[in-house]
């Protein structure tokens, strides 16, 4: 069982920055690969970043490529979310999850998740 816990939502102005943080219990933190999705009102759920076990490899949807910059603390059983530039449409809940693959762009491939933080970038 991992159980995540996000931080770091709120309030920005556009081009504006936040940092999410997602802090896992339990002591498999490492051996998940972990990623980020968002979730805007009416919309889906979609996915944002992920990244491997060892933090070498990381994964971007198009939309925040070159904005956004995904990370991990192994040793804290933290995943981090550092986004510049924000924009309007990158208002949504934002969700970190855990899976066992390799690494993953799915949310069907993710085992564990968390509550989310709210994100809302005003124009």
């Known amino acids: 069982q991992v159980q995540l816990v996000e931080s770091g939502g709120g309030l920005v102005q556009a081009g504006g920055s936040l940092r999410l943080s997602c802090a896992a219990s339990?002591?498999?933190?490492?051996?998940?690969?972990m990623g980020w999705f968002r979730q805007a009102p009416g919309k889906k759920r979609e996915f944002v970043s992920a990244?491997?076990?060892?933090?070498?490899?990381?994964n971007y949807a198009d939309s925040v490529k070159g904005r956004f910059t995904i990370s991990r603390d192994n040793a804290k059983n933290t995943v981090y979310l550092q986004m510049n530039s924000l924009n309007p449409e990158d208002t949504a809940v934002y969700y970190c999850?855990?899976?066992?693959?390799?690494?993953?762009?799915?949310?069907?491939?993710?085992?564990?998740w968390g509550q989310g933080t709210q994100v809302t970038v005003s124009s």
């Open positions: 999850a855990a899976s066992s693959y390799a690494i993953a762009t799915r949310a069907e491939n993710y085992d564990y």
């Open positions: 339990g002591r498999t933190f490492s051996s998940y690969a």
């Open positions: 990244i491997n076990v060892s933090g070498k490899t990381t």
